[in-house]
Nanobody, 118 residues
Framework: QVQLVESGGDLVRAGGSLRLSCAAS????????VAWYRQAPGKQRELVAA???????NYQDSAKGRFTISRDNAKNMVYLQMNNLKPEDTAVYSC????????????WGQGTQVTVSS
């Protein structure tokens, strides 16, 4: 069992930066793939970025070049550095861990709100 707690969400102006953190407790975290998702009001949840247990990454097209996902297995932490934020990045951001063969994640955090003003 893994528990995930996100932090770092805030209100920021367009063009600004934020760093989101996801703290994991429980065993096995270091072997799991981890991802950041986001959900804006009235929209479906979407994958923002993912990182494998060995550090391979992939990004949603809108995040490429602006966002960076990273992890520190020694600290059971995953981060999402977000630069050049845009109003359309406004959403609740959640981290997820332990992806199955169908791409579904087993463990989810409660989320942290990111609001980008124009």
């Amino acid at each position: 069992q893994v528990q995930l707690v996100e932090s770092g969400g805030d209100l920021v102006r367009a063009g600004g930066s934020l760093r989101l953190s996801c703290a994991a407790s429980g065993s096995g975290f270091s072997i799991y793939a981890v991802a950041w998702y986001r959900q804006a009001p009235g929209k479906q949840r979407e994958l923002v970025a993912a990182i494998s247990n060995v550090g391979s990454t992939n990004y949603q097209d809108s995040a490429k070049g602006r966002f960076t996902i990273s992890r520190d297995n020694a600290k059971n932490m995953v981060y999402l550095q977000m630069n050049n934020l845009k109003p359309e990045d406004t959403a609740v951001y959640s981290c997820a861990a332990n992806r199955d063969s169908l791409g579904r994640y087993m463990y989810w955090g409660q989320g942290t709100q990111v609001t980008v003003s124009s």
